[in-house]
DNA sequence: TTCTAATTGCAAATGGTTTGCATTGCTTGT
DNA sequence: ACAAGCAATGCAAACCATTTGCAATTAGAA
């Protein structure tokens, strides 16, 4: 996704396009992988607050620049939403290999409920084929 | 299930079947619905501390008799394990109306990716029916 | 019943996240 | 280019969920 694209949203919400916010969308970009508020901040060190990377990771989420991943870890990771789209992953718990899922089951799920459904997770936790033996 | 199961469980492990650990499982059981640690302790106050409560409900993890339902709250919500099937969730942000989903993908995610599958999280949060208007 | 290790309660510590506030810095109008 | 006004930042303190240390209690085996 171009910078440019961003920049689109933001100026649309009527929110500035700061040096903070370039960072972290940046770093995002660049890791292709989900980042957990730490991660960010130590790939923007010196450059953006602690303080500031959570605002700005918040402000992203409202935006739909940015959706939050849950691995039970016990702290959210954060990764940038593509064309669309969006992934899901399986993470090895011995080796931090992080795999996609080409399945998505939102439609299924509102046809099944009735629900309008806003926002949903679905992560996986599990040995690698080499981390299992 | 019954308490008897679960009496088992602790003593195969070699835990004791104290008096908190009976609380907590007699609220898992009444609610049965994933319930936060606050929940638990609130239906428990005065009867367990809240740091029994979370020591309890992380031993029962690690004995398999609970598991983690993650709805991206800022906090764990809990549920008792049943006869080996488990159940995901769609939550109505509005209402806080839960209900189940009857679909699990954890074989077709473990033939797809080749990893083992140690656990996973899948819920949905949107609209309900009503709530959608 | 007695004994001992496991468990509890309480309070303090920890770690992730949010907030208050003074300062900085875009941005728009002049 | 300049000033005014408002948004956003940095820093430190606050917050909230969760964990931990330790002395007192208790389950349950002998």
Do not use: W
């Not at 440019?4 to 890791?31: E, N």
């Not at 918040?58 to 620049?65: E, T």
């Amino acid at each position: 996704m171009l910078m440019s694209h961003y920049i689109d949203i933001m100026k649309k919400a009527g929110v500035k396009f700061t040096r903070p916010r370039k960072l972290v969308l940046d770093a995002l970009q660049a890791a292709k992988q989900p980042l957990s508020i730490k991660e960010i901040h130590k790939r923007v060190r010196n450059k953006a607050d602690l303080a500031s990377v959570y605002r700005t990771v918040n402000l992203f989420q409202d935006l739909g620049i940015v959706r939050e991943v849950q691995f039970g870890e016990g702290y959210q990771r954060y990764e940038l939403i593509g064309e669309g789209q969006h992934h899901h992953y399986v993470l090895c718990i011995e080796c931090g290999k992080l795999e996609d899922i080409d399945i998505c089951l939102l439609d299924r799920v509102e046809k099944m409920t009735n629900f309008k459904i806003l926002s949903h997770s679905m992560e996986f936790q599990g040995l690698c084929h080499s981390c299992a033996g």
